[in-house]
């Protein structure tokens, strides 16, 4: 059983309140922090910690937070990214539903490291009611002290809001998040300036994920090397994994940084195994974004190593054979998927979610989306998947922001892993309508 | 200052000016140096604050970062909004992958455009058409049905043809910077994106007809204008008028002794180099209404200087011939 | 719900609180949130005149309005069935059967995806990852999630929201009271 810092009450009856909460042991990072540290040593401790964005990126978060500006007299701003869209991850919604108050207390306890008068969690539109149930936390901390003028008898004191977006998967890029929450259009910003100088409303601001905030809490208590002893090498500490597609037991794990992936997927305590104890075919082990790895390369990496859930391990190999520990949203594949309608969906998603101010994304998605739809519907050509290469290809690393390149791994990844099963749809089409293989067979009761 | 060095060619330019500007002096100031090192720019434009980074035409590597930090730039830059280093190296025409990179922009910004250049106003002062023939491919790979939209009128004086547009942005910057009310603005998202009012409004204020000039391509082009003459059978002319409303330096387009249209003066960017207003534009179709300078100054290689001067060189031999004529005479 | 479009005192005054969380001259911040309540309150859906209202009420110019209420996917530009289905169907939904899902929905209410019944009661939407895909398939109508769907709970749900639809739109349900 690996070490839990985020999740571990998530079983209490009646964690979502602030006084069962407190019971058990919440706020006390708000109150060793602002009673016995300075902000600059709770930015230490961050730091030593090694603690990094749980968002995806995996940046170091103390160092993110150690560029932050501080001109006199310009307010700075703290953003926490709850945005959570990248498919296949829901474990900042789990976080948020279940323990909203230890966001709440890593926004307290962040909030006065980096010298941020004013913070806002800004949540995805679809979240609503995941919203309320932060709001009604925030009211809560309100009402006991926790936020707001003086807290804790303290000179801190400090404001925090929800936003709610309304629909946007790329609102989950800082900047665009930036622009959604000050009312406009989810448009990525064009870099530099980056938010530690001009962020929100042009003030310095660090936008960090729902669950990078909530290990601050943890980090504080335990202090940066303590916690910085969990994990394996630079990937320390805990994660949340969302854990879904072919597998028993779908859902969020904490995970110690460095469990094995075959323990990950077929261990009675995470995933279960694969259900009705099909093969194992390929996993998405970060979030939709992140490459693709047929059940070989996801067990063991190319040297035949044990591949463990960390950010080194998964990425080991490059792309040609690895692939990176994202979001942790975890998808698995057992041997019924069809990998190429699987990758159509992806397309769709980004197609969709693609905000349309650079030409390689807006043009190319839809082109991407296009031709793998015509693939699946029986109607591709040969020379589709070269073009498809050729595509992603031009749209990686020439886009505002990474969402261009968030579409083109997928593509990238199942071509290099897969090219047969594209060869396949589209020379034997009057296949694909016959075999139940090139669908997802997973039906539900009743249909 | 900051020393940067593109395309092997060395020139120490102002902190804080972008790789495009630097590129864009390099040329100005050396006529050794070959026009190109200056990436084409699709919706950039210098006159217009925060325009570019967005159509991906001018990226270009950064191979050492500067004197200090010598890493190179992991991804391709937009030259228009990365700001120099001293000591930065930037490679644009002679990196085959820059070259890659930007084909694939053209082609990006071409399989949705409905290539309609015989019956298009801005052909042969086409920004896109320029491009497209320098830098894309001969054939579209692009075999689905292209995205369409129904034309309309903003106003009695803008045509928005926005299935030709490319998303530059420039014309919701013109709007934001140079007139005191926006109407229009980028509607949807994605691929669906268009430039809108959302419901039908008139553009109207003294200065939007410089969202025409702006325009690269022939998404908004002037109604009084609309399928008169091919740009390259007209006449531009450098001509004035006291205005009250703006400078009134402009260019007439001249068909004889008519006035076909009236723009911006454009430098070799391509840029206007005043804007100027709707009456000017819009109103002063007389020859009688403006007081002619001189043929205006055209290097662009497109057909629309292919009419009057066969290159910029033999263009000032002939003007300093009639300069010296006119002298002699005198 | 009123024809005029005019917010009521008591939405006003929480329109006013969420203007009130941004820094002064920065209530432009305040436009999502008001322009769901905006959609809740007339009619679940955003009309030219609401947002026209709503630019009015932030002072701001309409076309930044209809420029964020196109660009985000929750915000209807048309109008919408009372219940508004949204069944996702990104990879983990689809590996879970949201196709299904979505094909049960089309048989029992007679209409395609995108279409709203006769009665104006359902709209089918399918929609990209909802962030449920440990709970796969999954729909959201209002703010509730609807999830680890068979055939048995969409049927039961088509009921519920029948019975709920006959006396209010979904919207008024779940946004009013709680932003």
């Given at each position: ?87 296949g ?152 994994i ?19 992936v075959?323990?990950f997927i ?16 390929a996993v998405v082990a970060g979030g939709?974004?992140v490459p693709i790895l047929?059940?070989?390369l996801i ?8 591949r463990?859930m960390?950010?080194?391990s998964l990425s ?6 690895g692939t990176m520990l994202g979001s942790g949203g975890f998808i698995v ?115 | ?330 | ?179």
């Open positions: 059983m690996g070490k839990k810092l985020l999740i571990h009450n998530d079983n209490v009856p009646g964690i979502a309140t602030l006084e069962v909460y407190r019971q058990n042991g919440g706020y006390a990072s708000v109150e060793k922090a602002l009673k016995t540290m300075t902000p600059a040593d709770v930015v230490e401790e961050v730091k030593k910690s090694g603690l990094r964005g749980r968002g995806g990126a995996g940046f170091p978060t103390g160092m993110k937070w150690s560029f932050l500006a501080k001109p006199e007299g310009v307010e700075r701003y703290l953003v926490c990214n709850a945005d959570e869209s990248e498919p991850t829901f474990k900042d919604r789990y976080l948020m539903e279940k323990i909203p108050h230890a966001l709440i207390e890593g926004m307290i306890t962040s909030s006065y490291a980096l010298g941020a008068k004013t913070s806002y969690i800004y949540i995805r539109g679809e979240y609503f009611y995941v919203a309320r149930i932060v709001e009604k936390a925030i009211d809560e901390a309100y009402a006991a002290g926790l936020l707001g003028k003086n807290i804790l008898g303290t000179n801190f004191s400090h404001d925090c809001y929800v936003q709610v977006g309304a629909g946007a998967y790329i609102c989950g890029e800082e900047t665009a998040l930036l622009e959604s929450l000050e009312g406009k259009r989810g448009n990525p910003r064009i870099k530099p300036p980056f938010p530690a100088i001009a962020g929100l409303y042009g003030c310095p601001t660090v936008v960090n994920n729902v669950e990078t905030i909530a290990a601050v809490c943890p980090i504080v208590m335990m202090g940066g090397d303590e916690y910085a002893k969990i994990g394996i090498g630079r990937s320390t500490g805990t994660k949340l969302s854990a879904s597609g072919h597998i028993n037991k779908p859902g969020v794990y904490e995970i110690e940084l460095g469990l094995p075959e323990e077929y261990s009675e305590e995470y995933c279960g195994g694969i259900i009705n104890g099909r093969k194992l075919k939709s974004s047929p059940a070989e067990l063991k990496n190319d040297k035949g190593e044990a463990l960390s950010y080194e080991e190999g490059g792309f040609a054979t594949y057992d041997e019924t998927t069809s990998i190429v309608k699987n990758l159509y969906t992806f397309a769709r998603f980004y197609h969709h979610e693609s905000c349309g101010q650079c030409s390689p994304c807006r043009e190319g998605t839809g082109w991407m989306e296009k031709i793998l739809h015509r693939i699946v519907e029986g109607q591709g050509k040969p020379s589709d998947v070269d073009l498809l290469w050729d595509i992603q290809r031009k749209i990686e690393g020439n886009t505002i922001c990474p969402l261009g390149d968030a579409a083109a791994w997928p593509v990238a990844s199942a071509i290099r892993h897969f090219r047969h099963e594209f060869e396949e749809y589209i020379n034997h089409p009057e296949r694909i309508k016959d075999v139940k293989h090139y669908y997802s067979v997973h039906q539900l009761a009743g249909a | 200052m900051a020393k940067v060095t593109i395309d092997g060619h060395s020139i120490e330019v102002p902190d804080g000016t972008t790789i495009l500007q630097a590129a864009r002096m390099l040329v100005d100031n050396n006529p050794e140096v070959d026009a190109k090192v200056a990436p084409p720019t699709m919706c950039y434009y210098s006159k217009l604050k925060t325009s570019g980074g967005y159509c991906r035409t001018c990226v270009v590597k950064v191979t050492k970062g500067s004197e200090k930090d010598p890493r190179p730039m992991p991804k391709p830059v937009a030259s228009c909004r990365t700001t120099v280093m001293d000591g930065m190296e930037v490679v644009n025409i002679t990196s085959p992958e820059v070259l890659e990179a930007r084909k694939g922009v053209v082609e990006f910004l071409l399989i949705n455009h409905p290539l309609d250049c015989p019956i298009c106003d801005q052909a042969g002062e086409c920004h896109l058409q320029d491009l497209g023939y320098e830098h894309g491919l001969a054939k579209t790979r692009y075999d689905f049905s292209r995205r369409t939209f129904n034309q309309i009128d903003i106003g009695p004086y803008i045509k928005l043809h926005m299935t030709r547009c490319i998303m530059c942005f420039r014309c919701i910057k013109v709007a934001d910077q140079i007139t005191n009310n926006r109407y229009q603005g980028m509607l949807f998202r994605g691929d669906a994106s268009e430039i809108s009012t959302y419901i039908e409004k008139a553009v109207d204020n003294d200065f939007s007809g410089n969202v025409i000039d702006v325009c690269p391509v022939g998404a908004l082009t002037d109604r009084t204008f609309r399928f008169k003459s091919r740009v390259w059978f007209t006449k531009p002319m450098d001509a004035h008028r006291n205005c009250t409303k703006c400078s009134g330096k402009a260019a007439v387009w001249l068909k004889g002794n008519d006035v076909l249209r009236v723009t911006a003066r454009k430098d070799q960017w391509g840029e206007a180099i005043d804007w100027i207003c709707n009456e000017c534009r819009f109103e002063k179709k007389d020859a009688k209404d403006w007081v002619i300078e001189k043929p205006s100054h055209i290097d662009r290689h497109s057909v629309i200087s292919q009419n009057h001067y066969e290159n910029l060189a033999q263009l000032k031999l002939d003007i300093s011939k009639q300069q010296k004529q006119i002298a002699g005479k005198k | 719900m009123s024809n005029e479009i005019k917010f009521n005192e008591e939405t006003l005054a929480l329109v006013h609180k969420m203007i009130k969380r941004y820094p002064e001259g920065k209530h432009k911040s305040a436009l999502l949130p008001i322009l769901h309540i905006a959609q809740a309150e007339f009619g679940g859906w955003l009309s030219p005149e609401t947002m026209d209202y709503v630019a009015s009420i932030l002072n701001i110019k309409p076309i930044e309005v209809y420029e964020v209420a196109s660009f985000y996917s929750m915000y209807n530009l048309k109008p919408v069935g009372k219940c508004l289905l949204e069944v996702c169907r990104t990879s983990s939904c689809w590996t879970r059967g949201a196709e299904d899902v979505v094909r049960h929905l089309e048989k029992k209410l007679g209409i395609k995806e995108g279409e709203t019944t006769a009665d104006g009661m359902f709209t089918i939407k399918t929609v990209e990852c909802l962030g449920s895909c440990g709970s796969a398939p999954m729909l959201q109508c209002g703010a509730s999630y609807h999830e680890n769907l068979t055939m048995e709970k969409v049927d039961n749900l088509l009921e519920e929201y029948r019975a709920i639809g006959k006396q209010r739109s979904y919207t008024d349900m779940d946004y009013k009271n709680t932003l």
